[in-house]
């Protein structure tokens, strides 16, 4: 099946305790998203989570240490618009009004059909992509498509290199990049100096906030996320 360019542009999180079902969803689905990340229980799923920053969940719900509808119910409460795509072998009532309470996006009992499963997903991808604003660290959001940094609605005044940046570290796994990403940014030749990335990131935290960039030291920068 040949699926919307917008998944593309996306992150999913797999969280999966049995291993052949994991593999599953890995070579079926993995390749259609930019970035993929896997978790094998709720806990970990969570932590995953504040890690990657996922734009689509897809979870089992029978794991150990704690469920998927636990799981799901405790990152809504941080981010209630993330998508839960919640996989299960159960088609009681009980189950499928617990998924309900807890905002899930979708329900696909076992064995389901992948088909159908990338369907679904190709219909989400297009509507994230079609509201196109990534939600970072709060106020801010930034519009991929026009590649302007909102605040509360307005618009922040940046240069070409500090959009171009934000962009970078958006597209970037896990929203990391390096100091010599960071070089190469900021001096198409590559020859900027370490003292120059701190001055770059200072002068765009003083537009924004000092969280919106964080310091991983011998990591790089880090994006903040809302």
Do not use: W
Not at 21 to 34: R, V, Y
Not at 60 to 84: E, N, Q, R, V
Not at 199 to 216: G, H, P, S, W, Y
């Amino acid at each position: 099946m040949s699926c919307d360019k917008s998944l593309k542009n996306l992150t999913v999180l797999f969280v999966e305790d049995e291993e052949s079902l994991l593999s599953l969803l890995i070579s079926a689905l993995g390749n259609k998203f930019k970035y993929y990340g896997t978790a094998k229980n709720g806990i970990e799923g969570m932590k995953k989570t504040k890690e990657m920053q996922p734009d689509i969940i897809i979870s089992d719900i029978t794991m150990p240490h704690m469920d998927g509808l636990m799981m799901a119910k405790k990152i809504h409460a941080d981010s209630p618009d993330l998508p839960i795509v919640i996989l299960s072998a159960y088609s009681d009532k009980e189950k499928l009004l617990g998924a309900i309470d807890v905002g899930i996006a979708k329900y696909f009992i076992k064995p389901f059909d992948p088909d159908e499963l990338l369907s679904y997903l190709c219909t989400l991808g297009k509507k994230l992509f079609a509201t196109d604003a990534c939600r970072l660290i709060a106020p801010y959001q930034f519009d991929k498509e026009n590649k302007k940094l909102l605040k509360e609605g307005r618009i922040v005044k940046l240069t070409l290199r500090e959009l171009d940046l934000i962009s970078y570290l958006i597209a970037a796994p896990n929203h990391i990049i390096s100091n010599e990403e960071i070089k190469t940014l900021i001096s198409k030749e590559g020859k900027a100096s370490d003292e120059s990335v701190r001055v770059f990131i200072r002068r765009l935290r003083e537009k924004t906030d000092k969280a919106f960039i964080q310091n991983l030291p011998k990591q790089g920068y880090l994006l903040g996320q809302g």
